[in-house]
């Protein structure tokens, strides 16, 4: 991996829904570049095509047009199978809702995506542990998401996309459902983590005073990333 190669990068990325009312283009040549420790805010109004972007980005979906490079490897190149290791060892995702698995418990919930890449079960405990305690769950660890709180639920989603030392971080209003207060703890938490960890961070947000927390503002504007 060329350390001169941006983590990051998207190239004139399209993507067309087909719908009941025709073809609906939401990204028409969309490009971006995520530099090595960058932390960038997406923040455009709802239905532009932000959860889009990111899905793309994150490899979760291939473009119709236009190509992801990550670390300088062009996604479109490689196989499913390819894009599910880069996914599962290059990039973390933080969803709005947490999407953690509700028969686990927190503690194996990151354990589970390092054994998926071969992560030993004792050391994949210890990086989990280690992680969680990073987010003040320490004695919670074993409870299940449905005993855990908003934002502990969402510091274990996030501590699940870090478990795999990702070199970038996608985010989709990773505090959109929690209460002012706490979203703004979870928030700066997972900033400290993303810069303690120097990676690169797109992290799509409504809340004007969490992009401000960012390096620099993008928006969506007729389906292509513009300055903000
Ligand atoms: N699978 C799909 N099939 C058809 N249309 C879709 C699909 N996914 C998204 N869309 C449409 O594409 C547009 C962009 O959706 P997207 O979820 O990317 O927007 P967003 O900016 O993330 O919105 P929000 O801020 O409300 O989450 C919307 O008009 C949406 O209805």
Do not use: C, W
């Not at 985010?171 to 959109?176: I, L």
Request: neutral net charge; aromatic residues 4%.
């Amino acid at each position: 991996m060329s350390e001169t190669e941006a983590p990051l990068r998207l190239a004139g990325v399209e993507r067309r829904y087909r719908t009941e009312a025709g073809e609906l283009p939401v990204l028409r040549g969309a490009d971006l570049v995520l530099a090595a420790g960058e932390i960038v805010a997406l923040v455009a109004p709802s239905g532009t095509g932000k959860s889009t972007l990111l899905h793309l980005a994150g490899l979760l979906e291939r473009p119709d047009g236009g190509e992801v490079f990550v670390a300088g490897r062009a996604a479109g190149t490689l196989s499913d199978a390819g894009r599910t290791a880069i996914r599962r060892g290059t990039i973390g995702f933080v969803y709005q809702f947490h999407h953690l698995l509700p028969e686990f418990t927190a503690e194996e919930n990151v354990v589970l995506p390092q054994l998926a890449a071969g992560v030993a079960r004792g050391a994949a405990r210890d990086r989990a542990r280690a992680l969680l305690a990073g987010f003040g769950l320490r004695g919670r660890e074993h409870h299940a998401p449905g005993r855990l709180s908003g934002g502990e639920q969402q510091r274990v989603a996030i501590a699940r996309a870090l478990a795999n030392r990702p070199r970038i971080l996608l985010a989709d209003e990773p505090t959109g459902n929690l209460d002012v207060g706490t979203a703004g703890l979870v928030f700066e938490e997972l900033l400290a983590a993303v810069r303690g960890q120097g990676l690169a961070a797109l992290i799509a947000t409504h809340n004007p005073e969490l992009a401000a927390r960012m390096d620099r503002t993008v928006t969506l504007r007729d389906g292509r990333v513009v300055e903000g």
